[in-house]
């Protein structure tokens, strides 16, 4: 059973940059879906990034393009989302996921919940 772990959280200051992992116990790039969300309090969760099946199709939600960046180092079965030019919205409890249900394109991927695997999250405070 794959397991995601998270880290690289922090508080920041607003403009500053922080790069987030999630290290997974197997092999996850054999899945359609790696994505990362974002949950404040109150409100409900959302899709920030997207790396397909195929490495190379990305989607990102408009909020976070040109700030911030997802990639993938595949030797270490791990995903990372660097942070740029943080804003104090952008604070919210981060969590990969991995192998979503509908994997018909990364648009799909980011768009729902239904993920077989989860990491526990990651706060991010930007002040």
């Known amino acids: 059973h794959v397991q995601l772990v998270e880290s690289g959280g922090a508080s920041v200051q607003a403009g500053g940059s922080l790069t987030l992992s999630c290290a997974a116990s197997g092999n996850i790039f054999n899945t359609h879906c790696v994505a990362w969300f974002r949950q404040a309090p109150g409100k409900e969760r959302e899709g920030v990034a997207v790396i397909y099946t195929d490495g190379v199709t990305i989607y990102y939600d408009d909020s976070v393009k040109g700030r911030f960046t997802i990639s993938r180092d595949n030797a270490k079965n791990t995903v990372y989302l660097q942070m740029s030019s943080l804003k104090p919205e952008d604070t919210a409890m981060y969590y990969c996921?991995?192998?979503?249900?509908?994997?018909?394109?990364?648009?799909?991927?980011?768009?729902?919940?239904?993920?077989?695997?989860w990491g526990q999250g990651t706060q991010v405070t930007v002040s």
């Open positions: 996921a991995a192998d979503g249900f509908d994997w018909s394109s990364a648009t799909a991927c980011v768009q729902q919940n239904e993920y077989n695997y």
